[in-house]
């Protein structure tokens, strides 16, 4: 915390807000935390920076899975065109769970791609899964394998490699 006073002591503003977001990375951190950090970069007009924590903001209150997301090349899966980095998009993903007709009960997480290359058809990525409903995907551990639906066909699978539960979650 101290690097963090003297970054603003000297109006290092990006610098201080960046030692605070590896603080965030080393120790799970509240939702009220990364929401602080999410106004500070709004305030320094930080576009992308805000949709970062505001992400890590939603991470901290439902959890997240960490994958590995492999998609089907074009024409063997439901994608044709690259996936942009960020959280725009919230696919559907076959957990294994089956409606009382037996068919896949599919549920519903917004997609990070690491990084800041688009993920073309036929690439793999390292991922960060934001469950719509958390209690859905509880069952979930690194080592399975979940399948990614836009549409028919599947679109890719993914690996779960790290599942963090929500900050103070006791279940």
């Known amino acids: 915390m101290t690097d963090v006073v003297e970054y603003l002591k000297h109006d290092e503003w990006e610098m201080a807000l960046l030692l605070l977001e590896e603080l965030g990375d080393a120790h799970p951190q509240s ?39 492999h998609l089907l090349p074009a024409g063997e899966g439901s994608r044709a065109t690259p996936i942009s980095p960020g959280g725009l998009l919230r696919p559907m993903w076959d957990l294994g769970r089956y409606t009382s007709e037996g068919e896949p009960l ?10 800041r290359d688009s993920l073309k058809p036929g690439g793999c ?13 509880r069952h979930l551990k690194p080592g399975d394998v979940i399948a990614m639906h836009e549409m028919r066909p599947p679109t890719g699978t993914a690996r779960i490699v790290e599942v963090m539960l929500p900050a103070g979650y006791t279940g």
């Open 31 to 69: 939702p009220e935390f990364w929401g602080l950090l999410a106004d500070a970069a709004r305030l320094m007009w930080l576009k992308s920076d805000v949709a970062w924590y505001e992400w890590r903001r939603s991470e901290a209150r439902t959890g997240v899975f960490l994958a590995d997301l």
């Open 106 to 115: 599919l549920s519903i997480a917004g997609l990070w791609i690491e990084g």
């Open 125 to 137: 990525a390292s991922v960060r899964l934001l469950p719509l409903t958390p209690e859905h995907w």
